[in-house]
């Protein structure tokens, strides 16, 4: 198969080409017309195939939409009521008639004929979307559809005056890598003081989020979400105990690497007692990184560096800057966090994110840049289906991004010692990064397991977990309040569930790629487009194999990528 950036949007055979969706009348003939068709030869399924996924293209791209312009301005009342019908008065329709042609798929007695290679992945998801549906789940559905979204609108309206001025907390984030020791305290205690205006407002959304989640896996005959949800996600190939031992794996070989890592930072900072606002700071007379001056110059150098790496990469964002497909800078009223939206229908993917000029914000685009890639390489894919692939492989395409993309930095940094100092930034956050995914990974499993606990039990619970995974090198004294609602600023744990070992699965197979690409480069580029082509038709290990990559998160092979790290760092 080959691959372009100049991606079409695919061509309709069953819609009507200017068909939008308008409401639930306009749309249910279609899955009237899919479900009372008759299939009678292997040609006949595969074209059914084909129209249903046309379908649920053009439903999964307008959808999209309405979430993508209700993030970018979460203060316009219009964005989100459209977004509110569609998950209240339009999805809850379709899932009865999806459900049916789930049925119909699975029945169809043509269906074993089909090449197992390439179905088998498609059918196992049609399979577990059977056995989990319940109409009464419906409504709750719709319900978390909607309510999960006021996280955006919550922390889309928090900012703090710095100087005179008004800044979101991305923004204000940028002053925590200041010279001056008092400024990033006084900004650090403004930030965490604005989360907590809302503490209570957020502990009370999450609870709602947890009782209507844990009432679907009991609807679905689950004993808790955890276990629901896993299945849900589709992670037929690990479970709970293998997030166990990661947990522990990150404790035994990675916290003593995180621990030395402080350390350092102490000393070069030159303080006796290392606090949470010096983690980002530089010694005096060390100006803070700043790449780019704003979006349009992070595009163009992210395009630069892209087109360095491999043309097709750089092609990639090329395409979605003429779409107008991207929004990078952070200002008041946007949702907080960064996102690359496939869009299944168009093909070229949006790029949502918060920048404020600061280092992390390249680190930030060149991975959902990597996300865009992977968008790229599986729009020409049969069906819809077909490119739903795992999210742990996902991960995987953009982390991979972030440790190819250093060796072309010089784009972002022209000074040999801050280009230096970039990749140490980068390769210390690929070790220091998890502890919080262990954290957050195992607050989750807790709090699901757990589901009739109290806010107070939730807090103390909390801040147990947080503190198995803290460096004992950072001094937290007097910032207990901070601490206890901390958990709340995690985007993840309010909008998607569980999503979050992901991050650490993929950056093991990051790592496992980026150290085939420091002997090889262009055979690792390979090995990456040729996993992400598969998109989602092959199980996560076959993917990870795809990549040339061990599908392993066992202590022993995790303590084997650290090393390996950290001998990078040394050579710097």
């Given at each position: 198969m ?101 049925k ?48 955006g ?21 940028k ?50 979400f ?21 947990h ?11 621990n ?5 930072k ?12 010096d983690v ?22 992210t ?12 092609d ?23 996102y ?163 991050y ?38 076959e ?30």
């Open positions: 080959t691959y372009s950036a100049d991606i079409q949007k695919l061509p309709r055979q069953f819609l009507p080409k200017d068909f939008t969706i308008t409401n639930w009348e306009s749309l249910e003939p279609y899955f009237i017309t899919l479900d009372e068709r008759k299939i009678e030869s292997i040609p006949e399924l595969e074209q059914w195939l084909k129209d249903a996924s046309e379908l649920e293209a053009v439903i999964s791209e307008d959808a999209c939409w309405r979430q993508i312009k209700m993030t970018c301005d979460t203060e316009n009342k219009e964005l989100e009521a459209a977004f509110t019908f569609f998950m209240m008065e339009i999805q809850p329709k379709i899932q009865p008639f999806s459900d049916k042609l789930n119909k798929i699975v029945d169809c007695p043509w269906t074993k004929e089909l090449d197992p290679q390439q179905y088998f992945t498609y059918l196992r998801n049609v399979k577990k979307n059977i056995e989990l549906f319940r109409e009464a789940n419906i409504p709750l559905q719709a319900e978390l559809g909607v309510m999960q979204q006021q996280f609108v919550i922390s889309g309206k928090m900012t703090v005056d710095v100087n005179g001025r008004e800044y979101t907390l991305q923004q204000a984030a002053f925590l890598e200041d010279p001056d020791r008092n400024l990033r305290e006084e900004v650090f205690r403004k930030i965490n003081d604005r989360r907590l205006q809302d503490k209570e407002e957020l502990n009370s959304l999450f609870s709602s989020l947890l009782q209507k989640r844990n009432q679907i896996a009991v609807n679905t005959g689950f004993e808790n955890r276990d629901y949800r896993f299945a849900e996600l589709g992670r037929f190939d690990y479970s709970k105990e293998d997030c166990y031992q990661f522990e794996a990150v404790k035994l070989h990675v916290l003593p690497l995180v030395q890592l402080y350390e350092s102490r000393k070069k900072l030159g303080l006796d007692v290392l606090r949470p606002w980002e700071a530089e010694p005096a007379g060390i100006q803070p990184l700043r790449p780019f001056k704003n979006g349009e110059e992070l595009t163009e150098k395009i630069a560096c892209f087109e360095e790496l491999k043309p097709f990469f750089g990639c964002l090329r395409k979605m800057k003429a779409l107008g497909h991207l929004d990078l800078e952070s200002r008041k009223g946007k949702a907080p966090g960064g690359n939206c496939p869009l299944a229908e168009s093909g070229a993917p949006f790029i949502f994110m918060n920048a404020a000029g600061q280092f992390d914000d390249v680190t930030t685009m060149v991975h959902e840049g990597g996300h865009a890639i992977h968008s790229f390489l599986t729009h020409e894919l049969a069906l819809t289906g077909f490119k739903e692939y795992p999210t742990e492989i996902a991960e995987v395409a953009s982390m991979s991004m972030e440790l190819f993309s250093m060796n072309h930095w010089q784009v972002f940094f022209d000074n040999k010692e801050e280009l230096t100092r970039a990749k140490e930034q980068q390769l210390e956050r690929v070790i220091t990064i998890f502890p919080w995914i262990a954290t957050i990974d195992k607050f989750q499993h807790w709090v699901y397991e757990n589901p009739e606990h109290t806010e107070e039990q939730r807090a103390s619970q909390w801040l147990f977990i947080l503190g198995e995974f803290t460096s004992p090198v950072i001094d937290f004294t007097g910032l207990e309040d901070y601490r206890r609602f901390s958990w709340q600023r995690q985007l993840h744990l309010f909008e998607v569930p569980f999503y979050y070992i992901e650490g699965i993929a950056q093991l197979g990051a790592i496992g790629l980026w150290q085939q690409y420091k002997q090889n480069p262009e055979a690792a580029i390979q090995n990456y487009i040729a996993a992400l082509m598969l998109g989602g038709t092959r199980t996560l290990p993917l990870f194999k795809a990549a040339g990559l061990q599908f392993n998160f066992s202590p022993a092979y995790i303590q084997q990528l650290m090393l390996f790290v950290k001998q990078e760092l040394e050579h710097l």
